[in-house]
């Protein structure tokens, strides 16, 4: 640890609780994080692209009506 970073004042598992019930961290590259403000909008995205993909023909059945 470095000198200069101060736990003094920090509390020992005060999250530990929330990350054991299911946390699922995703490090973004800076160019997709710039367009997105918040957890919130990257959620909203997520879900919209999830819909797009589930409603769309799956390349399997593409090819077998093909």
């Given at each position: 640890m470095r000198a200069e970073y101060d736990f003094s004042k920090g509390v020992r598992g005060q999250t530990a609780r929330r990350f054991a019930?299911?946390?699922n961290f995703v490090?973004?590259?800076a160019d997709v994080a710039k367009?997105?403000?918040d957890a919130a909008s990257v959620n909203h995205a997520l879900r919209a692209l999830a819909r797009i993909a589930k409603?769309?023909?799956s390349a399997r059945?593409?090819?077998k009506s093909a």
């Open positions: 019930q299911g946390s490090l973004l590259d367009v997105f403000p409603a769309a023909p059945r593409r090819r």
